[in-house]
């Protein structure tokens, strides 16, 4: 159980199976902040039919995908990157995974291709919970918690596998859920 307390950095929210609300159908969320004000985070594989160039038109080469971060002001962008050592900073939300940072020094290596979709990860959009409202989710089993154990599955350009992974990761006890049909009644 998460705790506003306990960091959650590194930590990994997964749908149960059949989960009804569509805008979380099989996902896997990258935990990004949990307070007493709520909580942030991003659905890592749901990419949208959008590049950043189509939304961003400084951006002219930047065939980079944009990815439903979540339900929550999605008029907003967002990114998580692997790539300090470039100068683009932000808030580290786990060893070597940070989230925001110089929007302009983004976009700079972005049209100079100097970062590849193994670095960086776009969002329109936030998954968000108020106060204690992720908690009864949790309560509810709507969610399975997971640490991050691959840096890389949050950058993974498979998105099909990604939620796959993760569930098979919480061990023998879930990994039969990964088997799971979407749809329950073609079972």
Known sequence: MLTQTQPIAGRLLISEPFLADPNFRRSVILLAEHNAEGTVGFVLNQPSSLMVKDIVPELW???FPVFFGGPVEVDTLHFIHRRPDLGLEGMQI???????GDFTLLCTLLNDNELQKE???IFLGYSGWSPEQLEAELLENTWMVSELNQLDTVFSQDQEAIWKEVIIDLGPKYAHISNFPIDPNLN
């Not at 060893?95 to 925001?100: E, K, R, Y």
């Open 61 to 63: 080469s930047a065939d």
């Open 94 to 100: 786990a060893p070597g995974l940070f989230w925001g």
């Open 119 to 121: 670095d960086v990860k």
